[in-house]
């Protein structure tokens, strides 16, 4: 079983990226919330603003939010919007 201070510190982090990201987002008219870190260690985020209905939220959310998470927290496995379809 994980060990739950890891966890704690897993959830930090993964914070901490969005914190980062998130201006470049909100310049853009948009925004970024975390929602939760599964199990499995996939980043599960809600966009927001202009983000949610932008037809090039994907790519932001693959290309930029999960590169940046997987390049500060390499055992992240993907980063999911909850709100898109």
Sequence with gaps: MENPQNREE???KV???IEQIR???QADG?????VSLT???VVNVELQG????CPMSMMTLKG???AAMK???????????????
């Design 15 to 17: 914070n901490n990226v």
């Design 71 to 85: 390049k500060a927290i390499p055992e992240i496995k993907s980063v999911e919007a909850t709100n898109l379809g």
């Design 30 to 34: 948009g925004d970024i919330a975390f």
């Design 10 to 12: 897993l959830n930090r």
């Design 64 to 66: 930029g939010v999960e």
């Design 39 to 41: 199990d499995d260690n």
């Design 50 to 53: 202009a983000c949610a209905g």
């Design 23 to 25: 201006p470049y987002l």
